[in-house]
């Protein structure tokens, strides 16, 4: 059972949410607004169904993650209707509420068919969820203004959603901890998964993404996707990229860690903590996003100068000669909520400096970033550089050698407030 704080949060929460969804509706024209909460897809041409995990606005009321095929009926001046599809069923578990205080904030239905609830009373309504759940439904289906409305209505995080995304990195942090004693012990990828679910007591179907445990050149794949049973001969290195849902939050935390006679990848690793706790502390209101990417870029600059990799080129010819995007090829961070990428973050096309970027705006209190500088050894972007023209100014024998450790990301999961920011990872961590 969470804390009370965390209850009555919830029930300010749902609060907060009532009014956002009134001004939203009555902007553009509806007297109601149906939440379909998702259902998992079922494999073509086999009878096994894909892992299900929630729609993101029934996921900002609810927080209810496992909750296939229910609704939610949003009206102005009504408790939120909650409809729960519940069938007498032999085959499966029925899902289980728990009785906790916000569900006095809603009415509640149990139903044993799929189909939406009642809609008396709603005159122009209108509809949000997965196509494909709702071919028998009247309203307007997922009116792309109307959409993007209620992304917004996630930008700002409620003082609910920010506890519980501090407790969602508090348990991953446990099972980052689990992780690194596991490597340092020899373990394989597999092993450190397995460690990582043990302390996170999460499964990997229910964490907001599948981990990344990249041991060795592993590392060096942005987004790894296997886990080796067997341990290299010689572990140097581990990326783990792993979070944990908390009542439908999700931390999104990355870790690197040396092995213990990997002096010259540690030296790097430290580098880049030194210049990611910067970039956090550049969190703050009015600070322009993109603006910490491309400091981001200057101080991934400055390390591979430091640490010898380059020579003879400026922090500024480093960035405009793109060999900081051949090291550190993805964005900065995004927004983080519900999804891991949360909605909202790019009311426009990324520049072309920060193809991959996801977010692009000015930092308000409230908005929950991530802080995720890396810098890897990538054989098909450093291979160009190094055979064309300024091959002559990187170090390719260290290149080489570090190739082997892959890469290093460091992240943490930031809030904005009205002063500055905090920092949820580094505040569980301490
Ligand atoms: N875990 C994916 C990301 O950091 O964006
Ligand atoms: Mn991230
Ligand atoms: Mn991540």
Redesign the pocket.
């Known amino acids: 059972m969470p804390n009370t704080r965390i209850l009555s949060l919830q029930a300010e929460h749902v609060g907060i949410l009532q009014g956002r969804y009134e001004r939203v509706l009555e902007g553009h024209g509806y007297d109601g607004l149906l939440i379909s909460s998702g259902a998992a897809p079922t494999r073509y041409g086999d009878d096994q169904s894909w892992h299900f995990q929630g729609f993101g606005p029934f996921l900002h009321w609810t927080g209810l993650t496992g909750f296939e095929h229910a609704w939610l009926l949003i009206r102005p001046g009504r408790k939120p209707l909650l409809s729960v599809y519940q069938p007498v069923d032999f085959w499966h578990a029925s899902v289980e509420l728990a009785q906790e205080p916000w569900l006095a904030e809603f009415e509640l239905c149990f139903s044993e068919s799929r189909s939406a609830p009642g809609l008396a009373g709603v005159s122009r309504l209108a509809v949000t969820g997965d196509p494909s759940l709702l071919a028998n439904v009247p309203g307007e289906h997922n009116s792309p203004g109307l959409c993007e409305a209620l992304s917004e209505t996630r930008v700002h995080k409620t003082a609910y959603e920010i506890a519980c995304l501090a407790q969602a990195n508090q348990l991953a942090l446990a099972g980052h901890s689990a992780a690194r004693e596991a490597f340092l012990a020899g373990a394989s990828e597999f092993e450190i998964n397995l460690a990582y679910q043990r302390a996170t007591q999460q499964r990997e179907a229910d964490a907001p993404?599948n981990s990344?445990i990249g041991v060795n050149g592993h590392a060096g794949t942005l987004?790894y996707q296997y886990y080796d049973t067997t341990t290299p001969a010689k572990p140097r290195s581990l990326l783990i990229?792993a979070?944990v849902r908390y009542r439908g939050y999700c931390s999104?935390i990355?870790r690197t860690t040396a092995g213990a006679e990997e002096g010259r990848f540690g030296a790097l690793v430290q580098g880049l903590e030194q210049l990611q706790l910067r970039l956090c502390d550049m969190v703050a209101p009015g600070v322009d996003y993109v603006d910490i990417h491309r400091k981001t870029h200057l101080g991934i600059a400055a390390l591979l100068s430091a640490a010898g990799l380059v020579s003879g080129l400026s922090d500024e010819e480093l960035v405009s000669e793109g060999i900081t995007r051949a090291f550190f090829p993805h964005g900065i961070?995004?927004f983080l909520g519900v999804q891991?990428?949360d909605v909202a973050g790019k009311p426009e096309l990324s520049p072309a400096d920060a193809p991959f970027l996801r977010l692009m705006r000015t930092l308000e209190p409230g908005m929950v970033v991530?802080i995720?500088p890396g810098l890897y050894f990538i054989p098909s972007l450093l291979e160009p550089l190094l055979s064309g023209p300024l091959g002559n100014h990187m170090n390719r024998p260290l290149i080489d050698e570090l190739r082997e450790c892959g890469g290093i990301r460091i992240?943490d999961n930031v809030v904005v407030t009205d002063t500055g920011h905090r920092n949820l990872t580094r505040e569980a961590e301490a």
């Open positions: 993404y990344i987004h990229d979070g999104d990355t961070g995004h891991v990428h991530t995720e992240e």
